[in-house]
T-cell receptor, first 108, second 117 residues
Framework: GQSLEQPSEVTAVEGAIVQINCTYQ??????LSWYQQHDGGAPTFLSY??LDGLEETGRFSSFLSRSDSYGYLLLQELQMKDSASYFC?????????WGAGTKLIIKP | EPEVTQTPSHQVTQMGQEVILRCVPI?????FYWYRQILGQKVEFLVSFYNNEISEKSEIFDDQFSVERPDGSNFTLKIRSTKLEDSAMYFC???????????????FGDGTRLSIL
């Protein structure tokens, strides 16, 4: 079967750093994406890793290790507006296979 | 910034009826997708579409579902004989490229909330 595992919920303090992990097992793999979704909103693309290593985009960074079938999203200098659900998704054969999402709760 | 638009934002339908959900992808994008998200659950892939034909479909996308690009701008999802369990948010997405490893980012519309009574 195909599966992605990520924590259901993470809590952090405003201004802190948080890491959301994702492990995957899929039949095809071309890359790992991260999407943000606020309650009632549409998923918004954050980052994509096709190769091993770290990709940095402003306050957000994403890491991939293909040999470990593992990736993470790192959010720095957390702001209250970062409170949302974060989904990892595997790019596999013309489709995205999604994890169940991690709800990020940020406390002042 | 160009965006994907979906109509209607909310559709209420009696069980057994047919519904058509509409999407206008970003104009220069070539690859189109439909996803489903049941309330509180993960996003589920339904189908991808390119050059007027389906590229890939999931197990969810059975004979009850069909997609069409009736003209140069619209992309539709038809659900026949709707069931209670079809109630969900349906998202349309598009990407500039669709080749393996190149179909990111996908740009999502705001979704259509489908409620089956």
């Amino acid at each position: 079967g195909q599966s992605l595992e990520q924590p259901s919920e993470v809590t952090a303090v405003e201004g802190a750093i948080v890491q959301i992990n994702c492990t995957y097992q899929t039949s095809g793999f071309y890359g790992l994406s991260w999407y943000q979704q606020h309650d009632g909103g549409a998923p918004t693309f954050l980052s994509y890793n096709a190769l091993d290593g770290l990709e940095e985009t402003g306050r957000f960074s994403s890491f991939l290790s293909r040999s470990d079938s593992y990736g993470y999203l790192l959010l720095q200098e957390l702001q209250m507006k970062d409170s949302a659900s974060y989904f990892c998704a595997v790019d596999s054969n013309y489709q995205l296979i999604w994890g169940a999402g991690t709800k990020l709760i940020i406390k002042p | 910034e160009p965006e994907v638009t979906q109509t209607p934002s909310h559709q209420v339908t009696q069980m057994g009826q047919e519904v058509i959900l509409r999407c206008v992808p970003i104009s220069n994008h070539l690859y189109f997708y439909w996803y489903r998200q049941i309330l509180g659950q993960k996003v589920e892939f339904l189908v991808s579409f390119y050059n007027n034909e389906i590229s890939e479909k999931s197990e969810i996308f059975d004979d009850q579902f069909s997609v069409e690009r009736p003209d140069g701008s619209n992309f539709t999802l038809k659900i026949r004989s709707t069931k209670l369990e079809d109630s969900a948010m349906y998202f349309c997405a598009s990407s500039e490229y669709g080749d393996r490893g190149g179909n990111q980012p996908q740009h999502f519309g705001d979704g259509t909330r489908l409620s089956i009574l």
